[in-house]
């Protein structure tokens, strides 16, 4: 009789198991109808094909954070498609499209719109003399398609190798309720420099090296990203296999781990991320008083998947690249571009742009909720 009993038990778990209700929260298109259970798989993106409904491509020649970034992000599938369940965001030279000479002093027809975001402000009717970002890329989002609050995350993805591409797999704020970057916050899980022989300090800070990092602060010169940043060393490089990249993100902590290896934790105190970053002695207000112990990182955010290239900020001055010098200083601005341009003798072998290997490529993302 207890044996039946038993048996009876675990038929009517099966049959009517019991939702516990998770903090995990999600929005959009393709978020999960209905209550969310603990242990609900509520996105998969195994990328079987690129479905131009849940990601939305950027377009601009603006860079990210106005830092002179190199590339011209597109909708162009010679720049993001997927391949045997594999999505390829691929750097490629626009010399290659419109001409050498274009790069330097081209002109666009763009007719009576206006649709070519610039460092300059938009082209309009007719045409007008630029210099035109050196390299097409894709930066994808699931911004109002799917977004979420809580969660663990898993991304498989393998880097590419390439001096100074600057992949990424990261997600940031969908409301920006504590306002602009970086006071909504910004979540990396996979970003790393694609040069094979970029060091610091002793430490290869290209291809060997990949951070995990939250973003956070009143504005970018007190982003207090080093309090939240963990840089993790792979003397065989990211790029020579895939990797899982995940993220457990609960109401008290981010917890960052890579191939199920613990990378880094992080607990705010009882003054949450203002008292985490001493912020109380720049004379700004707590922007997070109003928010939980976890703000900003208390909103849905949504992902973001990109291949960045060069720019005045995440390649350092003083790091040494053992092959040939950094072809530009950080302090050149908007001239940054051009030189390195002219060094392309230089880095575009290290792309192998023939093969795959400068491609960012992910074969799936994942979030499991609470």
Known sequence: MYLELILVFILYSEVYSVCQKSVTTASGSYAPAGTICSGDLIFVEDFNELRLDLWNHEETLGGRSSNNQFQWYTNNRNNSFVDNGILHIRPTLVADEYGEAFLYNGTIDLGTTCTTPLYDGCLRKGTKEIILNPIKSARINTNNTFTFKYGKVEVRAKAPLGDWLWPAVWMNPHLQVYSSWPRSGEIDLMESRGNKNLYLHQTNIGVEQNGCTLHWGPNAIYDRYKYTHFPKNNKDGWNTKFHTYQLEWRPENITFFIDNNFIGVVSPPTGGFWELG??????????????????????????????????????????????????????????????????????????????DSSHLQIDYIKVRAL
């Open 278 to 355: 001493k912020l109380n002695s720049t004379g700004f207000t707590n922007l997070w008083e109003n928010g939980t112990n976890l703000a900003p990182f208390d909103q849905e955010f949504y992902f973001i998947c990109n291949i960045a290239v060069g720019g005045t900020s995440f390649f350092s001055d003083m790091a040494s690249n053992t092959e040939y010098a950094k072809p530009w200083f950080n302090t050149d601005g908007r001239a940054s571009m051009t030189k390195f341009w002219k060094a392309e003798d230089d880095w575009l072998p290290t792309w192998d742009i023939a093969s």
